[in-house]
């Protein structure tokens, strides 16, 4: 197969970007789409043509959330429910031509290339996502009751791999999908539930901080989503908040 | 320095119980306007607006609903502006995600509605202040305006426009409420097409009524 890539290049943080337009022959349609970016920069090393381009990645089978590319106007390319190691050049025309873009957000600042600095995202999760207690030995799996409806949702929420595709396809860039699924996981679960006001508190002040935007029921991050996460995660963040600030009796 | 905090969320959910209010009063409005449909020369719907302009408490209401548009603009600009800087640098490719239609156009429907309802009140609610000129007598009022084809047509376009702000609003806003639940949403969702439906073909049929003689 044959494309037209037009891939954002940018020096550094400060460098003023643009796009670079590189002609790409003989993929196998069974290529993914980073294995089609390698050999694109197989060839611009070989050539001399110019430094590789930059791009995140790591276990390249969609658990990790490392990879993150804007590719033809959607997070992770067209397909549903894949991170963009999934994608394979088959989901393509021969011919086509590939707009590739970095995440493109206020909090999700580009290092170089297709590269963005996600860690606002690990600095939600530092703000409150986690259970603070001295743990002892493991309890026995029945020990503590939990419906299998309520352990399935904790699960599904659990899923989430902090890619920020819910930040890069939402208009307002938004991180409510994310801290959605970071608060349900947990308190959705029994250990995770005597902190859930203060956690919810926590994590929405730090997302407020680091200049994520207003969630405003588009639902482009769950169209988006690689884990498939729901927007009831949202809601039942939207309700824990009111609960929060309601409910929440301190001295 | 910021001088009013209110976090993303909670300026959310004030949006959302404003737009609540905003939603009984329109279904309030629509019934209110039926009365026009009626062969009794005005007498009904006269009188109803005769109770409006003179019930004290009415009169509190009117105020209270007046901020509450008031009120939802300004937190629907504010958060608007804050969504422009999350993301300072945009997309060269338009976006292609699978997302409702009427989601993204609630800001520009949202001005479109403002737009449409201050003609909404230079036609009736100014007259009734004494800032414009017109027939107190709203029942005539109604009759003279809604028989004029161009006028006709722009209160079907407005309705259109107000169909696609709450299509989407109603649902959204028991999604910011936190009532969006894997239960309820379904219902919640088919509701808000059911009130959208109801709403805008009350009010369409007493414009499309007047303007055929029915």
């Not at chain 1, 003989?26 to 089609?36: A, H, K, Q, R, Y």
């Not at chain 1, 029994?190 to 926590?202: K, L, N, T, W, Y």
């Not at chain 2, 379904?186 to 509701?191: D, F, P, S």
């Amino acid at each position: 197969m044959r494309f037209t890539l037009h891939i954002w290049r940018q020096e550094n943080a400060h460098a003023k970007g643009q796009f670079e337009t590189y002609p790409i022959d003989n993929i196998s349609p069974d290529c993914s789409f980073l294995e089609m970016l390698d050999i694109l920069n197989e060839s611009l090393i070989n050539d001399r043509i110019a430094h590789p381009v930059c791009f995140d990645n790591d276990c390249r089978e969609g658990i990790c959330g490392m990879c993150g590319l804007y590719i033809n106007g959607r997070p992770h390319g067209n397909d549903d429910g894949i991170t963009t190691c999934q994608l394979h050049m088959r989901k393509f025309n021969d011919g086509d031509e590939i707009w590739i873009e970095p995440w493109r957000a206020k909090a999700f600042p580009v290092i170089r290339d297709l590269v963005v600095d996600r860690s606002a995202l690990d600095k939600i999760i530092q703000a409150g996502g986690y259970i603070n207690t001295t743990t002892g030995g493991v309890p026995d799996a029945n020990a503590i009751p939990i419906p299998k409806h309520v352990a399935d949702m904790a699960m599904d929420a659990a899923a989430c791999i902090g890619c920020g595709a819910c930040v890069a396809a939402c208009k307002n860039a938004s991180a409510m999908l994310f801290v959605g699924a970071k608060v349900s996981h947990l308190a959705l679960l029994p250990q995770g539930e005597v902190e859930a006001m203060d956690r919810v508190r926590s994590m929405v002040e730090k997302m407020d901080e680091l200049g994520f935007g207003n969630c405003t029921n588009t639902y482009a991050c769950e169209a988006e989503c690689p884990k498939l996460i729901k927007r009831q995660n949202i809601s039942r963040l939207n309700r824990h908040w009111i609960g929060s600030l309601l409910g929440r009796d301190k001295k | 320095m910021q001088i009013i905090k209110l976090h993303s969320i909670s300026k959310k959910i004030l949006v959302a119980l404003l737009g609540m209010f905003l939603c009984v009063f329109l279904l309030f409005h629509a019934a209110a306007n039926m009365c026009i449909l009626r062969h009794d020369g005005g007498a009904w719907y006269n009188a109803f607006c005769d109770f409006m302009g003179t019930n004290y408490l009415v009169k509190f209401m009117e105020i209270i609903l007046l901020g509450t548009f008031l009120f939802h603009i300004i937190l629907t600009v504010w958060v608007t502006i804050e969504n422009k800087m999350a993301r300072p640098q945009g997309y060269h490719q338009p976006q292609r995600s699978k997302t409702h239609t009427g989601s993204k156009l609630q800001v520009w429907t949202g001005i479109l509605i403002l737009v449409c309802l201050f003609c909404h009140f230079m036609d009736f609610y100014f007259v009734k202040l004494g800032l414009v000129d017109g027939n107190l007598n709203f029942y005539e009022q109604a009759h003279q305006k809604f028989q004029i084809t161009h006028i006709a047509i722009s209160y079907l376009v407005f309705f259109v426009v107000v169909w696609f702000h709450i299509r989407h609003g109603f649902a959204a806003m028991f999604q910011t409420l936190g009532l969006y639940n894997y239960k309820y949403g379904r219902a919640l969702e088919v509701l808000g097409k059911i009130y959208s439906w109801v709403v805008c073909l009350m009010f369409t049929s007493v414009v499309v009524g007047v303007y055929f003689g029915f």
